[in-house]
């Protein structure tokens, strides 16, 4: 299994390079990361999570157990819309575990993509899968959960994820809920 890549590894802040869509072995690499991505309890995990420098995201916001897995893969991902109405939500990551924190995104996003069929699509994306997909593509330009909230916000994480490491809290786990101040 591919190991998730913890941050503050450099490879995380990294612009990943985009995929040649033809490539065969993508296949292989996004079987691999769902992999990860369901054994860790994650919800989406990009190329960079796992080491590889490439603009691939798998994402499945939807799965409830073992034969509900329906992994939807993108290649070379782009945010072509995103909706000027914010949410603020917690989210969790794969490369920062043991921490949930505050982040503030727009509350819908459409991504132009190519999947693994070698075809342009498109996703309209609300609620988690619109979080999910935003997430994962600031993986894609070098922004960790920490780069994405507020620095107050930030500051706190960053405490409370060394705790949390200290801890030995592994991949998919979110003990520490990091709350905004009042």
């Known amino acids: 299994m591919l190991k998730i890549v913890l941050s503050p590894d450099p490879g995380l802040a990294q612009v990943c390079e985009p995929c040649d869509p033809k490539d065969k072995t993508l296949s292989k690499l996004s079987k691999q990361m769902a992999h ?34 329906d992994p939807l893969v993108l290649i070379n991902p782009e945010i072509v819309e995103l909706s000027d109405d914010m949410e603020t939500a917690h989210e969790g990551c794969l490369s920062c575990p043991g921490v949930s924190v505050p982040v503030t995104r727009p509350a819908f996003a459409r991504v132009q993509y190519t999947g693994l069929d070698g075809e342009l699509w498109e996703i309209d994306g609300d609620g988690l899968l619109g979080r999910c997909l935003q997430h994962e593509i600031d993986h894609l330009n ?23 490491k200290a801890a030995g809290a592994r991949p998919g786990e979110t003990a520490i809920v990091v709350e905004e101040e009042e």
């Open 36 to 69: 990860a991505m369901y054994t860790n309890d994650g919800c989406g995990i990009a190329a960079p999570q796992v080491g590889v420098n490439k603009r691939l995201i798998v994402i499945d916001v939807d799965y409830t157990g073992k034969n509900d897995r």
């Open 142 to 164: 070098g922004r960790t959960l920490f780069e994405s909230c507020s620095p107050e916000v930030r500051i706190r994480a960053l405490a409370a994820y060394e705790e949390a």
